[in-house]
């Protein structure tokens, strides 16, 4: 399926030829190879995309980075090939991914200089980047200051990137953030009704996350609704592991579930999301805990896996709610009716829908979801509200993002 957001706007032929640049010319030919790299606390994901049609070439993910037992598992062609190696930090996993991109067998390029540039997933960039942007050295000190707000997930993406920028000299780096799509969000609904000055002197806000995410799918129900993402509103629901939904009024996010961390919002594999803020303190008491041990229990020991007692895994939850276990069959309810309370919410704050969109591994595979919702909401789902199913692809649109950004810095710098 073809992406609404990316218009093939290639350099008129005149400007090339005024320029005397034939070299851009090269490049639009041969088309750009775009890696993506997503950094976790201990992983690697990467993919390798050939722009202008996006085509992933090849892709994998280095596990387990800092461990005794890490490996690469790299997929070509649909092959997987599976390695054990030591890789005891970022920059040796880096280097160990772009050995298999240049690969006789297992790679796509000759040269790692044939990578024109390089998509990095950043989960924070606070209210400051509203977009995607060139990464330079001001830039990276942003990404290691918003680590106050993400400190699980910026570090490994400054990490990432210090390693790429040694190991790719030549290509250009681009940062996506999880954060930038929600920026749009009007004050009424990202302020918390807190005093005042912790918001501006800690930052403390309702951000969202997944954002990439929700501007993928929601890109891609315009294109099957066949209208154009500025005239429709879209409720977005990202249900996997980490569970988020999003109102999409005309293009931009106006609401979002997820706030200050990944932790409110829906219930999720093992995060609590709403609960009474009251209950952090009543926890720490009763159970004799510190804050961090609470906040521990929260996003590790609550959600579906909590609630169940059994897994955080739905395929497991659904296999024993259907053997009788009540309690995983509470976790689903549970699940369901929240989902179901947020749609409620933002077809209020949007006045209206015209879909709903589900994706990630829940919202994309539990087809006894899909259909349950659309019994639960049949009260309110008028005809014209529709409930699509559609398979995020976030690498997908952070190579269209960076193939865009250095197209564009270098049509600029050839003006
Ligand atoms: P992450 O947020 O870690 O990327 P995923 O998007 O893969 O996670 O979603 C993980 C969730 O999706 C798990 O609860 C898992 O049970 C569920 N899931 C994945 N595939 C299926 C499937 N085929 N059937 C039912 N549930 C699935």
Redesign the pocket.
Known sequence: MGFPHFPRQKTPFWRILLSGDFSLQKVIEQRMNILVVNCGSSSIKYQLFQMGKAVSLVSGIAEKIGMDDSYIVHQKDKNTHKIKLALPDYFSAIEKIAGLLTDAQWGALSDKREINAIGHRVVHGGEEFKSSVVIDEKVLDRIKFYSKLAPLHNPPAYNGIKATMKIFPQSRQVAVFDTAFHQTMPEYAFMYGLPYKLYTKYCIRRYGFHGTSHRYVAGAAAEILGKPLQKLKLITCHL???CSITAVEYGKSVDTSMGFTPLEGLLM?TRCGDIDPALVGYIAEKEKLTIKQVTELMNRKSGLLGLSGVS????DLMRCAEEGNARAQLAIDVFVYRVKKYIGAYIAAMNGADAIILT???GE??VVFKKRLTKELSNVLRDEIKILTIHTEEERLIAIDTFEIVKDADEGSRK
């Open positions: 996997g592991n980490g594999g955080n895994d739905m395929r990630a591994g829940i595979n539990v």
